[in-house]
């Protein structure tokens, strides 16, 4: 399965401020996701990012806020933009070659982030 | 809508104990799968079934189809095993994890 690097593992930001969180996966991918999880929550997808295409997102979530890019195949970063306390989360990215290479979801090691 | 529920939310143990965690969903799935979330952040996949049973260690993850459920189970628990368990369904209509709230496990020496 494929091998992902996340990073920041962790950030204390003032608000107002902006943070792009990079994921680095050791082979091509064509679906990386990007999730929230609040304090105490469950994951919530945040987009999906496909290569040479814009991020498609998901009900709540906006570019503006949450722009992200996808450079390449390997690549992807999410900016969390303008934050407040309420963006205080764990950020993670994955990938999922579902039916290619059998089932299953790797998980980057997430980004706790903390506004304040 | 899709709902994926699971109980207990939290639950403690004494090191040695068999674990049982279940979780139930509301749609028929293409597939569930069992997540491991420790405390920095990370989640690791440990189970992927369509039906049956799959075995790995000391996990053994069961589902029935029929019934929704699904069940992952812990043998001679250990301190390490202490994490946030999470069961996801993927629904290929919707080409996405829906995720239940987790498990927290707390294992005692």
């Known amino acids: 399965s494929a091998v992902i690097s996340q990073k920041p593992s962790r950030d204390i930001c003032q608000r107002g401020t902006s943070l792009t969180i990079q994921c680095q996966v050791d082979s091509q991918v064509t679906m990386m996701f990007w999730y929230r999880q609040q304090p105490g929550q469950s994951l919530t997808l945040i987009a999906t990012a496909n290569q040479g295409s814009e991020a498609t997102y998901e009900s709540g979530f906006v570019i503006d806020k949450f722009p992200i890019s996808r450079p390449n195949l390997t690549f992807s970063t999410l900016t969390v933009s303008n934050m407040s306390p309420e963006d205080s989360s764990i950020y993670l990215c994955?990938?999922?070659?579902?039916?290619?290479?059998?089932?299953?979801?790797?998980f980057g090691s997430g980004t706790r982030l903390t506004v304040v | 809508k899709n709902e994926v529920e699971q109980s207990p939310q939290n639950l403690t143990a004494q090191e040695g104990e068999f674990i049982t965690i279940n979780c139930s969903y509301s749609v028929g799935i293409s597939a569930l799968h069992w997540l491991q979330q420790h405390p920095g952040g990370g989640i690791v996949s440990l189970f992927m079934?369509?039906?049956g049973k799959k075995k790995h260690g000391r996990l053994i993850a069961t589902i029935n189809i029929q019934e929704k459920h699904s069940s992952l189970h812990i043998t001679a628990s250990h301190p390490r095993d202490s994490a946030v368990y999470i069961c996801?369904?993927?629904?290929?209509?919707?080409?996405?994890?829906?995720f239940g709230e987790g498990t927290q496990l707390t294992v005692n020496p």
């Open positions: 996801a369904e993927y629904e290929t209509s919707g080409s996405r994890l829906t």
């Open positions: 079934l369509s039906s």
């Open positions: 994955s990938v999922g070659e579902y039916w290619a290479q059998g089932g299953g979801y790797t």
